[in-house]
């Protein structure tokens, strides 16, 4: 019931900086607590970042920690993740998803909506 489009990736230099966004419709965007997840070629998505459903918490994986940041304006149904400092082992397809729990939980199998995500590139 909620719909998921992500935006905003690319082709980008290492060292560089990406926002990649995600816009939500359907649903009731602000009951749910809203993660970013990547998938590299030859490997299984992982979880990159989540914040929760009023946008207070926060949570990140350590490969990301201190480079990456997430936050959502729920006024506008849309989600953000500021990408700096990136690396070649940051290119992956991107994904935004929704989980009406609400926690902050890294699980893939938390998050019942996903976007169909936005490849980033990062070139050495």
């Known amino acids: 019931q909620v719909q998921l489009v992500e935006s905003g990736g690319g082709l980008v230099q290492a060292g560089g900086s990406l926002r990649l966004s995600c816009l939500a419709s359907?649903?009731?965007?602000?009951?749910?607590?809203m993660g970013w997840f990547r998938q590299a070629p030859g490997k299984e998505r992982e979880f990159v970042a989540v914040i929760s459903r009023t946008g207070y918490g926060t949570y990140y994986a350590d490969s990301v920690k201190g480079r990456f940041a997430v936050s959502r304006d729920n006024a506008k149904n849309m989600v953000y993740l500021q990408m700096n400092s990136l690396k070649p082992e940051d290119t992956a397809v991107y994904y935004c998803?929704?989980?009406?729990?609400?926690?902050?939980?890294?699980?893939?199998?938390?998050?019942?909506?996903w976007g169909q995500g936005t490849q980033v590139t990062v070139s050495s």
């Open positions: 359907g649903g009731t965007f602000s009951s749910c607590a």
């Open positions: 998803a929704a989980d009406p729990g609400g926690r902050l939980n890294p699980s893939i199998y938390n998050y019942d909506y």
